[in-house]
Structures are given as C-alpha cells and as structure tokens.
C-alpha cells in the first residue's frame, strides 16, 4: 500500500458517518488482496520501512546533487518532498495511536 492511498484511507476513517467521503451503505469497490489479513505489526513494520527507505533516496539525491553526480534539481525537491510528506504521515498515524492508547488505558472496568 503506498502512502497516497494510506493517507487516502486515514482521511476517509477522519470524515463523518454519511459525510462525503464517510461510511455509508454502499459497499466499497474490490480492493485486490482485500480477502486477505496479515497482523498490523508487520503492515506498520513495512509502512516504516518505505518511510525509511523515502528518506535514504532523498539524502542519497541531496548528496548527488551537492557533488554534482547529478544536476537534476527538480527530481531532488521531489525527492525530498516525498520523503517528508511519508514521514509527516507516519508521525500523525503514530500520534493517533498513541492517543487511542491512552484513552484505552483511562477506560474504567
């Protein structure tokens, strides 16, 4: 899953039920691999990875154009760019988790 449609799914969860973009009754188009399930660690651990390795392609640009290996300022800022809006991604689906953490553990039994 690439970090478009993860964004694209974290904003569809954020709308209101029956909202544009929000649950409703119609049932979503077929998603390949949809009848498939793998544990959320190992989706997370994989969605670190590419955020990782987002990172390391945009230093390695950076580097590639500061010693003039490469001249192609306008794929480096795209590079980079990517780089920060997965990373800014990440942080927010990890601040989200952590909040539903706390709150699960202010719940009263």
């Given at each position: ?39 959320f660690g190992e989706?997370?651990?994989?969605q670190i990875a ?47 988790l952590l909040d ?10």
């Amino acid at each position: 899953m690439d970090n478009l449609s993860v964004a694209a799914h974290l904003r569809s969860l954020a709308n209101p039920i029956g909202g544009p973009g929000g649950v409703s009754a119609e049932r979503p188009p077929a998603v390949p691999g949809a009848g498939q399930t793998r544990p959320f660690g190992e989706f997370l651990e994989e969605q670190i990875a590419e955020v990782n390795d987002l990172q390391l392609e945009a230093n390695q640009s950076i580097e590639d154009l500061v010693t003039g290996r490469s001249d192609d300022l306008h794929a480096t800022m795209i590079a980079v760019q990517k780089a920060d809006v997965s990373f800014k991604l990440l942080m927010a689906v990890r601040n989200k988790l952590l909040d539903a953490y706390d709150e699960v553990v202010r719940m009263q039994i």
